[in-house]
């Protein structure tokens, strides 16, 4: 390959590719060369000069994170002079810096603390009173302590070039330099708390985990977010079975490090005061707490009765729970209940899509590919507020690979400032004719992914996919949807057209808003949704049982409602907007809360319904493996928390399409559903709750 | 925000230097010729020149702060610069600038109170050959004893 060098780095012959800086050449032979200021994938900075290297024949010390290898290069990275020099830098950095490491909130994770570890620079000759500056805080999320700031730029490189918000600066020069917020004395931004995790030091702190425990107090345990589609992975630190913190520093799962402001901080409704810990039964009009085993002997004394007077049962199931519990609750709907009314909120065409991609393999688009491919076109979607990680994957694609970005929107997005067309399309179906006017720019790459949101359904996903087919190129597709489970839900047959694994069913059931309007409805079973936010059920006397955290709407008007347990408090698995399943791990425990699916086994049970199977998540994941079409993914693969693509079918998914029952809730990067009500971090920073398509 | 006349077409020459969308390396000139009419670098005059060289105000407030000729408070008529460096310090740059906060009653980066001069001790001005050396606004004053100090400061109040 005439493409690669060969180098010698402390004795270790290396072959790189040309043009690889010396420390990530270094780094790939297992040579860690220290930094501060290099950070992989952000711009290059050499501020710090830690990494300084000896390279034979050159006679200073250089710069190994942007030096790029070249042929016959001798390096020495832990030579006397090198270690010396790195030595007097940290002597230098920690001139001004405070030496309090016991009660600093980084302590213990501290990259500064780990170098001077490592190469010591226990004296100082520094005995000139510090330089002082106050602690400000920018926001509830952002505090910045100047004096421990140590002016590596990556908290200004991650928010300006990551997160394409540029709210970080600095003034002033030299030692008396600081980073500051772009309003003055506060930030306006995205709040996502990237600049505090990547923050070397303790210069920037987060509101919600400042000052709370000591890292090593904490227990990390890595699951998947609870709120968008996107499903990234966060790593959240639990001590004493309540979550303190959220972050993805090492840098695993399908988001690197990227999380937004709900993948970071907004856990906090997992110990919100108003969760509910006791069933609640209504007696005599109020709803009165109850013992677990009064509300489920109250359910199986009337649920037969209903089941065996034929009456009409509604089951509403959630776009926040596991696959697992989707799965059991269609079986416990459909063949313990007998009742063909299921359903869910639904927010993307997902059925849509895929049946308009019959007989084609290859045609969804994974998250790593938003990032690899060479165009990438998004309609109908304020990604940047909506699905913040598909968002920052495309930004990191055209910085890193030049790719070229449309974007079809009713009004200014983020992407626009990034995109080679951005054209403002008013309706639906300017939006296509829009699609087609850019038809031959697309024709220009080798491969496209298209993102789409809920302005495209129905027949709109068809001539999509067929403009697509026309293009001639690669072209593969991200149906958008709302939350972390969206996709999961009908991918289970939570539809009332569909089985697990897009399946006709034999006899369509009643759709949400008909259940709702059904006069005669017996009983409304619903898992954690909230569907009679804003409405009533027509028929008066249907018996509501509701599963929820919550107190919400929907659960103030059952006659049971049974306390449920957060996405961070049980195991199982999700599937993401983009079809990828990813396992879950229990983080955190509230007392007397269940997981739905618990509490379906537990229904099931008092119902005396047969033939269920255990409500045990492992064992209901692998009979989803084994039955459902695509979702024979490869367990090792989920086991070391990797998020295989399901492979979707291949045939035509031949039901009724129903675009008017897909709606996206249009959250913000502020808003959760329902379920963002109950976190406080989300509703106090100024910026809640956000808006979309800069209205 | 608008300027007088005169910077207006100054700012409109300043821009034609610039191959089109590329006025982000017009920031520093364009801060420079907009405080000489204001006086200092006021926000609304950091917003308007980060609107018309199309960056963000936050970039352009960190240029306003790493430059020390662009002020952020308001200074006198006439600047009054007076190096203290080391060719400067030598000749005689440091009397001349304990003369000068003597008689003008102020000190370093402070104004007089009708704000007719302000005072700001400064490094290297590059006259190190005519030292010691010393500046008003865009004037350079070489060779510069206490008596041509008096002298220029005395002109500038009459002014
Ligand atoms: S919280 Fe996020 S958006 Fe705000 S300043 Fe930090 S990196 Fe930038
Ligand atoms: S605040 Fe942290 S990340 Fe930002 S420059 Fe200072 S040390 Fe680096
Ligand atoms: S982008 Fe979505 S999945 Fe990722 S952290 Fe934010 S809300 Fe969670
Ligand atoms: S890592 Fe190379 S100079 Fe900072
Ligand atoms: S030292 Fe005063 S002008 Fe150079």
């Known amino acids: 390959m005439a493409d690669l060098v060969t180098l010698t780095v402390n004795g270790q012959p290396l072959r790189a590719a040309k043009g690889t800086l010396l420390i990530d050449a270094a780094k790939q032979a297992g040579i860690n060369i220290p930094a501060f200021c290099y950070y992989e994938g952000l711009s290059l ?176 345990v890595g699951t998947v977010c609870t709120h968008c589609g996107d499903g990234c992975k966060t790593t959240l630190g639990v001590r004493n079975g309540e979550i303190v913190r959220g972050n993805n520093r090492d840098r695993s799962g399908i988001n690197g490090d990227f999380l937004c402001v709900k993948g970071r901080y907004g856990f906090d409704f997992s110990s919100h005061p108003e969760r509910l810990q006791s069933p609640l039964m209504r007696i005599n009009g109020q709803l009165q707490e109850v013992s677990w085993s009064a509300a489920l002997v109250a359910i199986g004394q009337k649920m037969p009765a209903i089941k065996a007077a034929g ?45 308009a991609l019959a007989g084609r393999t290859n045609a969804l688009a994974t998250t790593d590919e938003l990032y690899t491919a060479k165009a990438v076109v998004v309609i109908g979607a304020d990604l940047s507020q909506q699905h913040p990680f598909l968002a920052y994957q495309i930004r990191a694609n055209c910085r890193h690979h030049q790719a070229a970005v449309y974007t079809i929107t009713s009004g200014p997005v983020r992407e626009t400032s990034i995109a080679k067309k951005a054209v403002l399309a008013p309706s639906e179906s300017a939006t296509l004719s829009q699609l087609r006017s850019l038809a031959e720019d697309l024709k220009q790459h080798a491969e496209v992914v298209i993102v789409f949101g809920d302005i495209i359904k129905g027949s709109l996903v068809r001539e999509l996919v067929e403009f697509g087919n026309s293009l001639g ?194 959250d913000t990067l502020f808003t959760s559903g329902t379920l963002g009500r109950y976190s406080k971090m989300l509703n106090s920073v100024m910026e809640a709750p956000g808006k979309l398509y800069g209205k | 925000m608008k300027f007088s006349l005169s910077t207006e077409a100054r700012l409109a020459q300043l821009a034609q230097n610039y191959p089109p969308g590329r006025l982000k390396g017009a920031v520093i000139p364009m801060l420079m010729y907009c405080q000489d009419e204001v006086g200092y670098i006021t926000p609304e005059l950091a917003q308007e020149v980060a609107t018309r060289c199309g960056v963000s105000t936050l970039e352009v407030e960190e240029v306003v702060g790493f430059y020390t000729m662009l002020r952020k408070q308001r200074m006198g008529k006439t600047h009054l610069q007076i190096c203290t460096n080391i060719s400067c310090l030598l000749t005689g740059g440091e009397e001349l600038y304990e003369h000068a906060c003597k008689k003008l009653g102020i000190g370093h980066n402070q104004v007089t109170e009708d704000y007719q001069i302000s005072l700001e001790e400064v490094e290297c001005i590059g006259a190190c050959s005519w030292a010691p050396a010393i500046q008003t606004n865009y004037d350079f004053h070489h060779h510069v004893t206490i008596e041509k100090l008096d002298q220029i400061i005395d002109s500038l109040r009459t002014k």
Not at chain 1, 158 to 164: A, K, P, W
Request: hydrophobic residues 35%; contains cysteine; proline residues 6%.
């Open chain 1, 45 to 220: 900075q050499a501020a710090c000069r830690m990494c300084l290297v000896e390279v034979e024949k050159t006679p200073k010390l250089q710069a190994a994170c942007t030096l790029p290898v070249a042929e016959g290069m001798v390096v020495r990275t832990e030579s006397e002079q090198v270690v010396k020099a790195r030595k007097t830098t940290l002597e230098f950095l920690l001139a001004n810096h405070p030496l309090d490491c016991p009660v600093c909130d980084k302590g213990g994770e501290c990259e500064l603390q780990d170098m001077v570890f490592r190469y010591g620079a226990g004296e100082s000759r520094y005995t000139e009173v510090k330089h002082h500056v106050d602690e400000q805080q920018w926001s509830p999320v952002v505090y910045y302590d100047g004096p421990r700031c140590i002016l590596c730029y990556r908290c200004v490189r991650v928010c300006d070039e990551g997160m394409g918000v540029g709210a970080l600066g600095v003034t002033n020069r030299g030692a008396s330099s600081l980073i500051v917020p772009n309003k003055g004395d506060h930030l306006d931004c995205d709040e996502c708390g990237a600049c505090i995790d990547i923050c070397p030091v303790g210069a920037l702190t987060s509101g919600t985990y400042r000052y709370q425990t000591r890292p090593w107090e904490m227990e990390h």
């Open chain 1, 311 to 355: 009456g009409k049962i509604g089951v509403v199931g959630s776009s926040l729970s596991t696959n697992e519990e989707n799965y059991y609750l269609q079986k416990f709907a459909r063949q313990g209940l007998g009742t063909a009314h299921i359903d869910h909120q639904r927010s993307g065409d997902v059925a849509g899509l895929i049946d």
């Open chain 1, 473 to 666: 190129v690669k072209v593969k597709y991200v149906c958008l949807v709302d939350y972390v489970n969206s996709r999961g839900a009908v991918d289970m047959g939570v539809d009332p057209r569909l089985l697990p694994g897009f399946k006709p069913a034999p006899t369509a059931g009643m759709t949400l808003p008909e259940m709702i309007a059904s006069p005669d409805l017996a009983a409304f079973w619903v898992v954690g949704s909230n569907p009679l936010e804003k409405q009533g059920l027509a028929s008066s006397n249907a018996f509501i049982v509701v599963q929820d955290m919550f107190l919400t709407e929907t659960a103030k008007r059952a006659d049971i409602v049974l306390p449920s347990a957060s996405l961070y408090e049980k195991n199982g698995t999700v599937t993401n907007g983009t079809g990828q399943v990813q396992r879950l791990k229990k983080a955190a425990s509230v007392m007397g809360a269940k997981t739905d699916l618990d509490i379906l086994g537990l229904a099931a049970r008092a119902i005396k319904l047969d033939g269920l199977g255990a409500a045990n998540a492992e064992k209901i994941f692998d009979e989803i493996r084994s039955s459902v079409r695509g979702y024979n993914v490869p367990l090792p693969v989920i086991a070391t928390g990797g998020a295989p693509l399901t492979a979707p079918l291949n045939g035509r998914v031949d039901v009724q399409p129903q675009p008017e029952l897909i709606r996206s809730a249009q």
